[in-house]
């Protein structure tokens, strides 16, 4: 076709005149914001941000321009500044806000974004500044044997939706959890009950050798395990290279939980690994797979778990990483949850971190840490303050060794038994009020995801089988109800019981305002009553309003476990070493006979309604008991707390109604 030039003329006339009138304005709107500027006080710049900022809001005729606020409750949207103290988990000399200038006409938008450095403050009054709220909570480690049944995947109990804190989730989702850890997804499993036998690799192993010594693949057994997850939405998932399957060695080492003897060929074993990454492409997509984690075994610092040595573990480590990064280039790697030695982990059969250090040498990737948390023997101090302690100088030691920043995670947590060696799971409020206390102390200095257990007591009578919710279940029904907006650890009074621990922490700024606060004392048997005063700065609340004030609390009276507990002793049918340790908890099973099938439990299930009950109201919100009083630029909340006792307040949803100004 030939075209002449007076032609392209009325071709090009006729396509400016008919361009759209919106790419005009998305023009406009982009230069208004190249002459944006953010203004500031005397000696304030973007890198250090003391007073308010000045942020213009007509710029030119015709356009409108809106800020918003990465961090609203530090810089607002007016510029308005307020300065906290800056916790641990926000890192860097201040604390960091993106400021974005979005310019409208004509239907059309730009936006632009501004960084700025807010200078935290160091008046000890003033709270501790943690950040947004991000609900780190949900995530959850399920187990090898059990994964192609959909563990986890169960029905919910009715009785979760008669509550203030209804679970927030589809039906067949795992309860609390975006994020999985699949453990002991390979094999090398033993038959169970104790018995510690090799489980006949034709029953769980992916992989095993023909008559010629050749390795063979299982594939449909890996596409059993994850499609239940996979089909549920899941792809958040961590899959753990653990219990190495028996074709590997000729001289499996049997442990509690399965074949734990390292690989005698680290090439065999990488291109096991390799095909395995090739075969979750083929199942699942590049796109999926890619964003897949792998974790190097399980609680390796001890030869209960791997009976290699340090230098057999960097080798294993070595090979995974090298096999998973050339299928999947994005994938995430990283080594085992340390469970014990956090203190020294320089006298554990593998050190953490020396592996941290070899990585950073030789360039393998270490993508994460983890830990597991436990009580589990008598000299085990149940102090939640000193846990934290401990768990968080192994993270930064790890971190140490390292040139870039990685993620801080416990990926197995709780109480297995009292000072006294009795096995329990702290199922009511003790456990409640330590795991408070622990995973708020860890998240105020960096931690980044917590992978709890199944948050549910499971017992059989004539009548089915029951599930009451434990105290893990209780706090993260509460925490998963708290996500969004920033957090603040709050100032609270002094104990009056100096073993006494007080701790509040405070979420503002999202559909509701929260303050989570609890008493936990080490000694189990201390209830001394404490009245706690949590001051809160006046401009982080939306309302103060007593009827719009609202709390629950879980203690050693109304927790489901003490009723349990309680009706099984009037009964003469608690166990006998439960009977003779004042107040210790347990679960159903565990505190009665431990039958699959026993009177006891018959006897527990004809009152399952009245414990349903107890767990609908230790979490249904009613009026705060507690005084409500302004003093200066704070709003004080005092109420009366008995450790272990951890309670949750509710504020708003209305604006602040500031209260009368009273001296304290």
């Known amino acids: 076709m030939n075209i002449d030039f007076k032609t392209w003329i009325v071709v090009l006339a006729v396509c400016v005149w008919n361009a759209p009138l919106q790419s005009w304005a998305m023009s406009d709107t982009e230069a208004v914001l190249t002459r944006v500027s953010i203004g500031y006080q005397s000696r304030d710049s973007a890198d250090k941000v003391i007073g308010n900022l000045k942020l213009p809001i007509h710029v030119a005729k015709g356009v409108s321009l809106e800020w918003a606020s990465s961090a609203p409750l530090v810089v607002r949207p007016d510029g308005t500044v307020y300065r906290p103290r800056q916790a ?54 399920l187990i090898g044997e059990w994964l192609a049944n959909g563990l986890g995947l169960e029905p919910l109990p009715a009785y979760l939706g008669r509550h203030s804190f209804g679970c927030k989730m589809e039906s067949q989702k795992v309860l609390y959890a975006d994020h999985l850890n699949i453990v002991r997804l390979l094999g090398g499993w ?25 390795l063979q693949y299982r594939w449909d057994k890996l596409k059993a395990r994850l499609d239940p997850y996979i089909g549920a939405g899941y792809t958040n998932l961590t899959l ?68 290699g040595t340090q230098e057999e573990y960097f080798k294993i480590y070595d090979h995974s990483a090298a096999a998973i990064k050339s299928v999947l280039p994005d994938a995430k790697f990283g080594p085992f949850n340390q469970a014990g030695g956090k203190g020294k982990p320089s006298n554990c059969n593998v050190d953490t971190t020396a592996l941290a250090r070899h990585c950073a040498t030789v360039g393998t990737p270490f993508d994460f840490v983890s830990i597991s948390t436990y009580v589990v023997k008598p000299t085990h101090k149940n102090d939640p303050w000193l846990e934290a ?9 790890v971190q140490a060794e390292l040139p870039h920043p990685i993620p801080f995670e416990i990926h197995e947590c709780g109480i297995v038994k009292s000072k006294d060696g009795i096995p329990t799971g702290e199922p009511g409020a003790r456990g ?55 957090a603040f650890v709050l100032n609270t009074s002094k104990p009056e019981n100096e073993q006494t621990q007080v701790r509040a922490i405070g979420v503002f700024g999202g559909e509701y305002d929260w303050i989570m606060a609890g008493v936990f004392n080490p000694d189990r048997l201390s ?29 050693q009276t109304n927790a489901v476990h003490y009723l349990v507990r309680k009706d099984l002793e009037e009964a003469g049918m608690l166990n006998a070493t439960y009977a003779a340790a004042p107040e210790q908890l347990a679960s159903a099973r565990t505190m009665t006979s431990k039958g699959m099938r026993t009177p006891e439990q018959d006897f527990l299930g004809g009152r399952l309604e009245r414990y349903e009950q107890a767990i609908v109201d230790s979490l249904t919100l009613k009026p705060f008991p507690g005084t409500i009083r302004r003093n200066g630029d704070d709003v004080v909340f005092t109420v009366t707390l008995t450790p272990p006792e951890t309670a949750v307040i509710r504020i708003g949803p209305d604006v602040f109604q500031p209260l009368e100004k009273k001296a304290e």
């Not at 033993?190 to 050749?214: C, F, I, Q, S």
């Not at 060695?249 to 096991?272: I, L, R």
């Not at 302690?389 to 030691?397: P, T």
């Not at 001394?528 to 709390?551: F, H, M, Y």
């Open 88 to 141: 641990p988990c926000i890192s860097g000399k201040y604390i960091p806000v993106t400021l974005t200038a979005t310019a409208s006409k004509n239907g059309g938008s730009a936006s632009r974004e501004f960084t700025i450095a807010v200078v935290p403050s160091n008046d000890p009054s003033a709270p501790l500044y943690m950040g947004e709220w991000e609900p780190f909570w949900r995530a959850r480690p």
């Open 190 to 214: 033993h038959e169970g009950g104790g018995a510690e036998k090799p489980m006949p690799a034709d029953v769980a192993d992916l992989v095993y050798r023909n008559e010629a010594g050749e």
């Open 240 to 307: 753990v290279l653990d219990n190495i399957p028996y074709c590997f060695t000729s001289k499996p080492v049997m442990k509690h939980y399965g074949q734990v003897a390292t690989p005698e060929d680290f090439g065999e074993w990488q291109t096991f690994v390799s095909n395995l990454c090739v075969q979750l492409v083929g199942l699942y997509g590049f796109e999926t797979a890619n964003r897949f984690r792998f974790r190097q075994g399980t609680e390796a610092q001890g030869t209960n778990r791997f009976v």
């Open 389 to 397: 302690r401990s768990c968080n100088g192994f993270f930064h030691s």
């Open 432 to 486: 409640a009020g330590w795991l408070f206390h622990l995973i708020t102390n860890l998240r105020e200095t960096g931690l980044d995801r917590w992978y709890h257990w199944d948050v549910f007591d499971r017992f059989r009578s004539k009548g089915g089988l029951h599930e009451l919710l434990d105290s893990s279940g209780w706090f993260l029904a509460v925490l998963d109800h708290t996500a969004g907006g920033e």
């Open 527 to 555: 209830h001394e009553t404490e009245t706690v005063s949590i001051r809160i700065p006046c401009n982080l609340l939306r309302t103060a309003k007593g009827d719009e004030v609202q709390w629950t609390s879980l203690n």
